[in-house]
T-cell receptor, first 115, second 115 residues
Framework: GAGVSQSPSNKVTEKGKDVELRCDPISGHTALYWYRQSLGQGLEFLIYFQGNSAPDKSGLPSDRFSAERTGGSVSTLTIQRTQQEDSAVYLC?????????????FGPGTRLTVL | GDSVTQMEGPVTLSEEAFLTINCTYTATGYPSLFWYVQYPGEGLQLLLKATKADDKGSNKGFEATYRKETTSFHLEKGSVQVSDSAVYFCALSGVSGAGSYQLTFGKGTKLSVIP
């Protein structure tokens, strides 16, 4: 079946602009995660959604970052007033349910470049 | 908080050489442990996992054993191939204070296998 998809695959923006990144998880997966992969920081957790529960936003680096998940499926990560340090690959992952045992399936990522 | 430390790369080996990539972790409780692989130009894929002490995960000739006494999960392969060239990430999954199951990753080890 289809895997996790993300769009766009690449995004170049100017400092101060807002960007939206989209994630389509695997159908039926209730858990969805956003991570950020950058040269300096490696792979970092950003936010977690599980079903209709309140998301765990503990990994978001600043209040310029927000995310929502509509209808328990598609998720959008929004970065407002982008800064150069936001340049990174943003990865989305989903799993059947939230659990330390469940494999997380990753999308190909969105490469964000802030000029 | 939870953390994962893995050997820094890059690692360059000749084909058919033995591979070890060291990984140690710090976590409360009993996390699940994973090795993820990122081939050039591709997304993160689960390579193997172990969910409790003394479990051995294995896949594609790679193995790793969950050692609670040494808090380690070293990746090994007896004979590497050129196609194993990739970046390898050690990771753990445990429940956070907010009740979510995000992965905590090591910084990754780039492996290059030369013919």
């Amino acid at each position: 079946g289809a895997g996790v998809s993300q769009s766009p695959s690449n995004k170049v923006t100017e400092k101060g602009k807002d960007v939206e990144l989209r994630c389509d998880p695997i159908s039926g997966h209730t858990a969805l995660y956003w991570y950020r992969q950058s040269l300096g920081q490696g792979l970092e957790f950003l936010i977690y959604f599980q079903g209709n529960s309140a998301p765990d936003k503990s990994g978001l680096p600043s209040d310029r970052f927000s995310a929502e998940r509509t209808g328990g499926s598609v998720s959008t990560l929004t970065i407002q007033r982008t800064q150069q340090e936001d340049s990174a690959v943003y990865l989305c992952a989903s799993s059947q349910r939230g659990s330390e045992y469940n494999e997380q399936f990753f999308g190909p990522g969105t490469r964000l470049t802030v000029l | 908080g939870d953390s994962v430390t893995q050997m820094e790369g890059p690692v360059t080996l000749s084909e058919e050489a033995f591979l070890t990539i060291n990984c140690t972790y710090t976590a409360t409780g009993y996390p699940s442990l994973f090795w993820y692989v990122q081939y050039p130009g591709e997304g993160l894929q689960l390579l193997l996992k172990a969910t409790k002490a003394d479990d051995k995960g294995s896949n594609k000739g790679f193995e790793a054993t969950y050692r609670k006494e040494t808090t380690s999960f070293h990746l090994e392969k007896g004979s590497v191939q050129v196609s194993d060239s990739a970046v390898y990430f050690c990771a753990l999954s445990g429940v956070s204070g907010a009740g979510s199951y995000q992965l905590t990753f090591g910084k990754g080890t780039k492996l290059s296998v030369i013919p």
